[in-house]
């Protein structure tokens, strides 16, 4: 069955450095999204992208935050100078289509920063 | 602003017994409403997504019951057992043409064998 996958699982990087997170979502899908859940906490919404560009963004995704479709089949998530706070599970998911469609997440990547 | 809570935020059942998870939400406007499966420092398995026109869908031993108008999920698991215990997360769209899931806090089901 087609899954959507992450890499890497773990990365731990320090402080004010720029990580990519590297997800390939299931290829046939059309949107592509990216969560984060901070230990204990919930799955919160970061970015929806269709089209080659944003569609939605939270107040989490700041100017530290962008993403790319570099080409086919690669989805990225960037952060450019991490901070102690962005430590937490990245989840990155994709559908079919929009609202109506059933979202399918990765098995994320934990990013520790210290 | 939409809100999703999930009551009880735990839950421990011997084996073999049927039960009821629950979710509420704030903000009607829904297209459809999702539950997940969480393992401890895993991803989110999607099991189950029931359209707003729906009022249950089934997949297994699992059956989720939509609500809309009273903004209530239920997920009814039959039969329990130990290899269901994990964290089940409710999601809805953030709002009328929104495309982001607001998830509640889950709850963690524990089935004592």
């Excluded at chain 1, 899954?3 to 299931?26: D, F, K, N």
């Excluded at chain 2, 998870?21 to 829904?30: E, G, M, W």
């Excluded at chain 2, 108008?69 to 057992?81: E, M, N, P, V």
């Excluded at chain 2, 964290?87 to 806090?105: D, I, R």
Aim: glycine share 8%; proline share 5%.
């Amino acid at each position: 069955e087609p899954e959507v996958t992450q890499t890497p699982s773990h990365q731990v990087t320090q402080m004010g450095q720029e990580v990519i997170l590297r997800c390939v979502p299931i290829s046939n899908h059309l949107y592509f999204y990216w969560y984060r859940q901070i230990l204990g906490q919930k799955v919160e919404f970061l970015v929806s992208f269709y089209n080659n560009e944003i569609s939605e963004k939270s107040e989490i995704f700041d100017d530290q935050f962008s993403v790319e479709r570099p080409d086919g089949s690669n989805f990225t998530l960037k952060i450019r100078s991490t901070k102690l706070e962005d430590s937490a599970m990245y989840f990155c998911a994709s559908s079919e289509g929009g609202q109506y469609y059933e979202q399918y997440f990765g098995p994320g990547t934990r990013l520790t920063v210290t | 602003k939409q809100e999703v809570t999930q009551i009880p935020a735990a839950l421990s059942v011997p084996e073999g017994e049927n039960l009821v998870l629950n979710c509420s939400f704030t903000d009607s406007a829904i297209y459809n409403l999702q539950w997940f499966r969480q393992d401890p420092g895993k991803g989110l398995t999607s099991l189950l997504l029931i359209q707003s026109s729906q009022r249950e869908q089934t997949s297994g031993r699992l059956n989720a019951s939509l609500d809309k108008s009273s903004g209530r999920s239920t997920l009814y698991i039959a039969a329990s057992q130990p290899g269901d215990s994990a964290t089940y997360l409710c999601a809805v769209p953030s709002g009328a043409g929104s495309y982001q899931l607001t998830f509640g806090k889950g709850t963690k089901l524990s089935v004592i064998p």
